[in-house]
């Protein structure tokens, strides 16, 4: 691994369904990050973690939850998926804290 | 409240320069990023103001004014590769990103 991967890449997925996100960095940054991004909306921050054991919500955290259970894995988990959860999905991770964020290739996930 | 406006589309000529404007307001201030993002994938990284100034990167540079909550992406000799979202990110006083929604830059030949 090097860097952040993502998976799935993507995935349509049926209301009501429950589904993880899953985010793996090999890099030991401690910051890690979810983000959506929608058309015309740009990246708007779901949740993050600043270090391991910890999480906290961003802009748009309803409707989803995150653990951090050691550094490398930040998995996201929608409890009951809604069509208005339709969306790309990115993971980042951060090293200090001036550092730049650095992205996963994304998730594209479709909720019908 | 915090804000990061930056034009929806622009177009340019290959081999011609443009520039990308974004205007900021935030609760504290930790530093600017430029990202650029092709279709269909990721953001990367392409450069970071903290101090006023201009920062050279190749054919890529980029300016800030914190006085004016004011920077601007300039890209020079354009290529057609260069079409792309080019976003801007400002660090927040908690060190998280504000987003703006992004400029889509169109290269015509």
């Known amino acids: 691994i090097a860097g952040i991967t993502q998976a799935p890449t993507s995935q349509i997925l049926a209301a009501g369904r429950r589904m993880t996100l899953r985010c793996t960095q090999d890099?030991?940054?401690?910051?890690m990050y979810w983000y959506r991004q929608d058309l015309g909306l740009g990246l708007r921050l779901i949740h993050y973690?600043?270090?391991?054991?910890?999480?906290g919500k961003g802009e748009v955290p309803d409707g989803y939850s995150v653990s951090r259970a050691n550094t490398d894995d930040f998995p996201l988990t929608l409890a009951s998926a809604v069509p208005s959860q339709t969306s790309v999905y990115f993971c980042?991770?951060?090293?200090?804290?001036?550092?730049?964020?650095?992205f996963g290739p994304g998730t594209r996930l479709t909720v019908l | 409240g915090q804000n990061i406006d930056q034009p929806t589309e622009m177009t340019a000529t290959e081999g011609a320069i443009v520039q990308i404007n974004c205007t900021y307001q935030?609760?504290?201030?930790?530093?600017l990023f430029w990202y650029q993002q092709h279709a269909g994938e990721a953001p990367t990284f392409l450069s970071y103001n903290v101090l006023d100034g201009l920062e050279e990167k190749g054919r890529f540079s980029s300016f800030l004014s914190r006085s004016k909550g004011y920077s601007y992406l300039l890209l020079k000799e354009l290529q057609m590769k260069d079409s792309a979202s080019y976003l801007c990110a400002v660090m927040d006083s908690n060190y998280q990103l504000i987003w703006g929604a992004g400029t889509k830059l169109i290269i015509k030949p």
């Open positions: 890099m030991r940054h401690n910051a």
């Open positions: 973690s600043n270090t391991a054991g910890t999480t």
């Open positions: 980042a991770s951060r090293g200090s804290e001036a550092d730049t964020q650095y």
């Open positions: 935030t609760s504290g201030f930790n530093g």
